[in-house]
């Protein structure tokens, strides 16, 4: 085996290692337990104050509809925002000069944040799924293909969206910034059709509302658990497995390609005196 390869390998077990300790500090800390149980409670109350509404006389529950959405808006804000946070936190702390020193430092550093990240979006998505299947009538999971629907929406969502949230991080400079990405974000959590079907917003905004992985993410989401009698008021009258799939992986693969890329462009610029500077920012 080649140095690279072994350096390389070296990088992958080392990143591994680190998502998994960084998450069994997470689910130890009662801090981060509770912010973990937080937004689930949030957002079921938010979808059970819509359960007794239906969509447009259609007869299907607003209530359902709005749980199949915020998994996805879940799994959206954890890979955009949180791991963007996260970074400039860490940045900022010193953390990811030390991760510089290392050989593919940068490597084992995100693919120890996906690890991470992955972990608690998966915890957070079950806090909210199992009570939302059991006090939501058109929430159901009784398939094979339903369940796997799910599995893969939820692999290539995190790909999606965990990388770039990598990227958005390593172009801003600290952590008091992030709103410079929050409200991006919420504007594009609003146009999406999460809350609403996009089929009710304006042609030219359904187009936009593609372009970005968050609008298949909530129909990911719904295909997997709505009735197909829901797929009537999509676009195309169809849960469009096909295009979400090719969608989401077209974002994972760029967000993959230009993470590495941008970390060790970031990092090449970080140094003690750096860190230090940020750090009396951060106190004045």
Request: overall charge neutral; charged content about 15%.
């Amino acid at each position: 085996m080649s140095v690279t390869a072994t350096a390389t390998a070296t990088a992958v077990r080392s990143g591994l290692a680190a998502g998994r300790i960084e998450t069994r500090q997470s689910l130890s800390s009662v801090q981060d337990v509770l912010g973990m149980l937080f937004i689930p409670v949030v957002l079921l109350v938010v979808a059970l104050l819509r359960r007794g509404s239906d969509i447009g006389g259609t007869g299907f529950s607003l209530g359902s509809t709005t749980l199949a959405g915020l998994l996805g808006l879940t799994l959206a804000f954890n890979g955009f925002q949180a791991v963007a946070f996260n970074l400039l936190m860490e940045r900022e702390d010193g953390t990811l000069l030390r991760a510089k020193a290392a050989p593919n430092g940068m490597v084992a550093y995100l693919i120890g944040k996906i690890i991470h990240s992955a972990a608690t979006t998966l915890i957070t998505t079950a806090l909210l799924l199992v009570p939302g299947v059991l006090l939501f009538d058109g929430v159901r999971l009784d398939s094979v293909g339903a369940w796997f629907t799910l599995a893969w929406v939820l692999v290539l969502g995190m790909l999606a969206t965990m990388p770039i949230g990598a990227v958005l991080g390593s172009l801003l400079t600290s952590p008091r910034n992030i709103g410079i990405v929050m409200f991006p974000l919420l504007a594009l959590f609003g146009v999406s059709g999460i809350f609403f079907p996009v089929t009710e917003a304006p042609e030219w905004l359904q187009w936009i509302a593609q372009v970005f992985p968050v609008y298949w993410l909530g129909l990911g989401m719904r295909s997997a658990l709505l009735p197909d009698e829901f797929a009537a008021v999509e676009i195309g009258d169809s849960w469009r497995y096909v295009e979400t799939f090719c969608a989401l992986g077209a974002w994972a693969a760029l967000g993959l390609l230009l993470a590495p890329v941008v970390l060790r462009r970031m990092a090449r610029k970080e140094s003690g005196s750096a860190v230090e500077e940020r750090r009396k920012a951060a106190m004045q």
